[in-house]
């Protein structure tokens, strides 16, 4: 009786070390989808310098996003 209670508990003992583990591992992955890229990021600021944009163009750009929906 007492080698079944030694061997159960060593049985529990493992899973918990394998929960643990898991877990650990879970945790990293979070923080490295929560942490911020090292990417660079691309500033739009002047990319259209000189360009003129018109009525027609702004009516055109509405008319081919809104065309589906209605508005």
Sequence with gaps: MKQAVV???TDILH???TIEK???ELKLAVLKKLAP???KIVK?????RG???TEKDIASAKK???S???I
Aim: hydrophobic share 35%; aromatic share 4%.
């Design 7 to 9: 061997e159960n508990t």
């Design 15 to 17: 899973k918990i070390n």
């Design 22 to 24: 898991d877990v650990m």
């Design 37 to 39: 890229s090292k990417k």
């Design 44 to 48: 739009l600021k002047g990319i259209l």
């Design 51 to 53: 360009v003129e944009i």
């Design 64 to 66: 081919s996003l809104y």
């Design 68 to 70: 589906k929906t209605g």
